[in-house]
């Protein structure tokens, strides 16, 4: 599952770059993971090879949709204040199972939800890390994110909170769950409800992080949609199948990528680097035996504060300046224009004030202060 999911991740992230131009990046979807695990496996009892056949289905149906212009009707069809709600609620429902994982949160049989034990190392640690992160970007310091996830990451395993028997280590095999997929169980009558979820599902869940992201990173066009909408979709449906094909559930846009948005990312240069990174995550002891909820819990929440995404000082600066230009240059073309059309009245003022100063030349006397300011 591990190596399916990085290679998965590297391979939409990657087409999501070359492709669609965007600093977005592609990976199994947290939503759609519980819907996968709790829902269809655990919850209606099918196996985890028929549900992955339902995720391929809905794949395909997914890249028909993104090559007809069918899917970017409906997307263009749906209220931007819809999407943005979206990529909202994909925040708070990160944020909530980070807030689980760092042991800030736990379940309660009354209140399903209730404060768990604070002062516990996990907690306090991820409580640094989110405090780390916020005071680094408040600063505006390059990296504040990956630093604090770092320091917070050390100091958890310095601690014996974060335990770790190395750091890099051959990927394992993809074997068990390659092509492992059951389409023609997936092709039952009761599954085609599974098919349309997952298909549904991913596309308001990237409808609304693609927005979300564009509205971050200033990239949305005058009428607030998404230009090379179609490539991106189809980046988002190819690395459905794949994903599928080679074991993971659905893939799909993270808004996680803001934090590079925030960097300055802007280009698909960002999302090839993004890939590249997973690619290399293959060979990660630590990522592919141990996910740290101290990670989750500070990351998850500083990722997805509102004011995460704004542009660092330099660019901010460069930006006010620019637009100081273009209203310089404005404001001189409308004066052009304003004498060009007043030429006739200026040349008049022009005769009157040369006369008037004729006039005065002839009467002032040499030592009269008033007459040599007028010569």
């Not at 770059?17 to 990976?27: E, T």
């Not at 985890?48 to 149906?61: H, R, T």
């Not at 990173?217 to 490539?231: A, F, I, K, N, S």
């Not at 660019?315 to 004498?339: F, I, K, P, V, W």
Request: hydrophobic fraction near 50%.
């Amino acid at each position: 599952m591990f190596v399916a999911t990085c290679l998965a991740a590297a391979l939409g992230t990657a087409i999501m770059g070359l492709y669609a131009n965007y600093p977005i990046a592609l990976a199994p979807g947290m939503g759609l993971n519980a819907y996968f695990t709790y829902g269809v496996v655990l919850g209606m009892g099918y196996s985890w090879q028929v549900a992955l056949g339902a995720v391929f289905l809905s794949g395909i149906l997914f890249i028909i949709l993104s090559v007809l212009p069918v899917r970017e009707w409906i997307v263009n069809s749906i209220p931007r204040s819809l999407k943005m709600a979206i990529s909202a609620g994909i925040g708070l429902f990160l944020a909530i199972i980070g807030l689980k994982n760092a042991g800030i949160v736990v379940d309660h049989p009354a209140t399903l939800v209730t404060l768990g034990d604070v002062t516990a190392a996990p907690a306090l640690l991820a409580a640094l890390g989110f405090l780390l992160m916020v005071a680094l970007n408040a600063r505006r310091v390059p990296g504040a994110i990956v630093i604090a996830i770092l320091v917070v990451t050390a100091i958890g395993v310095a601690l014996g909170v974060s335990p770790t028997g190395g750091v890099f280590s051959m990927p394992p095999s993809i074997a068990p769950t390659f092509l492992a997929m059951d389409i023609w169980g997936a092709l039952e009558v009761g599954l085609i409800t599974i098919v349309f979820a997952f298909l549904f599902v991913d596309l308001f869940d990237t409808a609304g992080t693609l927005v979300g992201l564009a509205h971050r990173g200033r990239l949305l066009d005058e009428r607030g949609r998404l230009p090379r909408l179609r490539q991106a979709l189809l980046a988002d449906s190819v690395a459905t199948v794949a994903g599928a094909t080679m074991g993971t559930s659905t893939t799909t846009s993270y808004i996680e990528s803001a934090a590079g948005i925030n960097a300055g990312g802007r280009t698909g240069l960002t999302a090839v680097t993004v890939a590249i990174l997973f690619a290399l995550c293959l060979f990660s002891l630590a990522a592919g035996e141990h996910h740290s909820g101290l990670r989750d819990g500070a990351g998850t929440s500083i990722r997805r504060l509102p004011d995460g995404a704004q542009p660092r000082r330099d660019r901010l600066g460069r930006r006010h300046r620019g637009r100081a230009r273009r209203r310089h240059r404005r404001q001189h073309a409308a004066n052009l224009l304003h004498c060009h059309g007043n030429r006739p009245r200026l040349h008049q003022l022009r005769g009157d004030q040369d006369s008037r100063r004729a006039q005065l030349r002839g009467r002032c006397r040499g030592d009269d202060p008033f007459c040599r300011v007028h010569r």
